[in-house]
């Protein structure tokens, strides 16, 4: 257990809105991660960080802000929602630069109507 | 980015061992192989990776092909609980501020058989 949670774990939201999803580790660990999965697709990644205040953009990220401003929480946000952002959230952390593993939490599931 | 290619799906029966292929043939000098999988309804696990070498580790075997043009995970005897996607994926060397960023395909869907 990499003490990793997700909050909120389900959210319905309307086209437009403003949302913020949040990670919160408990170890204090370097990297973190935000993926996005679609049915039926593996995943992809949105934004990580590499520290507080250092962050860098993935394959997906239109669309999407991130902000770190303290080692255990990694907020990803997505400012105007909408449909295509409809999808399941994951956030992962990785211990540190000599580690190979990313550990993931459980996921956010996301509706965007 | 080197990509791989798996099959969509593979059938196993219970406490048989099971060979998951992947091909990845664009696959540069540096790139570890990477195996994750994930179980319905969570995120996904890391399962075991390697660079050239064979590897094993409690949950599975890796197995390299000569010239890392292909690998194969290997679960030694199959349980329900294995059933999974696994993803086969490249990861580029770790450094401190690449992110040791992850590129899932579509995986393979295990089906284990009681």
Not at chain 1, 8 to 23: F, S
Not at chain 2, 75 to 81: D, F, V
């Amino acid at each position: 257990d990499a003490g990793i949670t997700q909050s909120p774990r389900h959210k319905v939201t309307e086209t437009g809105t403003p949302v913020t999803l949040r990670c919160h580790q408990t170890e204090n660990h370097r990297y973190m991660y935000w993926y996005r999965q679609d049915p039926g697709h593996g995943l992809r990644l949105i934004h990580y960080s590499y520290g507080v205040k250092d962050t860098d953009k993935g394959e997906v990220s239109d669309g999407y802000s991130v902000s770190r401003s303290k080692t255990e929480d990694f907020l990803l946000t997505l400012e105007s929602a909408t449909s295509s952002q409809t999808s399941v959230y994951f956030c992962a952390i990785r211990p540190g630069s000599s580690y190979n593993e990313q550990f993931f939490g459980p996921g956010t599931r996301l509706t965007v109507l | 980015d080197a990509k791989t290619t798996q099959p969509n799906s593979m059938e196993s029966n219970e406490e048989e061992p099971v060979h998951l292929p992947c091909n990845h043939s664009t696959i540069s000098g540096t790139d570890y192989i990477h195996w994750y999988r994930q179980l319905p309804s969570q995120g996904p696990e890391y399962v075991i990776h390697g660079l050239t070498s064979n590897v094993n580790n409690r949950m599975a075997s890796l197995a390299i092909a000569e010239d890392r043009k292909s690998s194969t995970l290997i679960l030694h005897r199959a349980t329900l609980r294995d059933a999974a996607v696994y993803y086969c994926i490249l990861r580029a060397p770790l450094g401190e501020t690449s992110g040791s960023r992850l590129t899932f395909g579509e995986g393979t869907q295990l089906t284990v058989n009681p």
